[in-house]
């Protein structure tokens, strides 16, 4: 059977480009970036010609680039990397202040941080998923060093306020990070034109692989490192390098800078015309998130009377791959934490599909979606 994916906020497919570019490294290239010999120095050069390109998505220098093992490290890196200096430096501060929507990678680090006694401020979102800026602002305290809120959720599609959060921060000298995992190459991200400080992204997100990832730093930035051992990635991250990989995401940046606004153009005319479809052939439907600034190729619908599980398993015999929010929480039967946070009630949260759009699929794909969809929910 033929398989249709709607899950590419979970985890995308690799491009052929991509992996092409990665088999050298995983073959006669093998040399640790470390050593001196010339299989080793081609590791290096490869690493650093894909911090260049990395660097280049975000508008950043690339020493600015550190590479991580995905996303989720990235976050705890920020997070944590700048709490602990706190503490080594005595700055007397140990607030942070975060949204009730982040990924699980930012709060269960905030749990983790509040255990060892940092102290942290969860800003609810509004109906859409936005936060009020003035909740922010009022949130401030002498003691806050950090503002991290995500570019954009990775369950209902809403793209954060990100320049008015980071006014905000620099006003009152904070830090300011995001998890830009599902923004990067979906959003143009110019951390400087935004200013933004620190950044996570993920590779698997974009159509690399999984198990890699980077963090933006900004150079004014100092944050401890919390994984010891080498002086790989200029101290910040010790740990031979992943050099296949790390050549992988940068292949996959270079060609989301360069395809950015077909890219876009392209999902948000897949989610468009699937929100018309679902909305000419469905009722007792509610669409959530923001339906202006939202990802191109996320679709976050609930629908009245059906379970989510159901709906998705028999999606599955028809072999489509479609998701209930997160692959996170996926397992465990709870209702989303972030449909909470925008108020659906119980009984609209049961019945919810998340569709995300990407790279390789085509309008047929969302025409066997719906006619799919039809059967199932309609025809019981
Ligand atoms: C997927 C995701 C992460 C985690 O990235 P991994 O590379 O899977 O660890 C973090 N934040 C958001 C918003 C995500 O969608």
Known sequence: MLIRYFDNAATTKIKEEVLKEMFPYLTE???????????GRNSKRAIEESRKRVASLFNCEPSEIYFTSCGSESDNMALKG????QK???TGKNHIITSKIEHPAILESCKALEKQGFEVTYLDVDEEGFINLNTLENAIKESTFLISIMFANNEIGTIEPIEEISKIAKKHNITFHTDAVQATGNIEIDVKKLGIDMLSMSGHKIYAPKG??????DKNIEINRFLDGGHQEKNKRAGTENV????GLGKACEIAEKNLKTYQEKLTNLREYFFKKIKENFKDIKINGSLTKRLPGNCNICFKNIDSNELLFKLDEKGICASGGSACSSGDNSISHVLTAIGVPSELANGVLRITFGDFNSKDDVDYLITSLKKIILER
């Open 29 to 39: 290239e093998y040399g640790n970036a470390s050593s001196i010999y010339k299989i």
């Open 82 to 85: 700048l709490a602990y200096i």
């Open 88 to 90: 080594e430096k005595n």
């Open 212 to 217: 890699i990832g980077a963090i933006y730093i």
């Open 244 to 247: 296949a990989e790390i050549v």
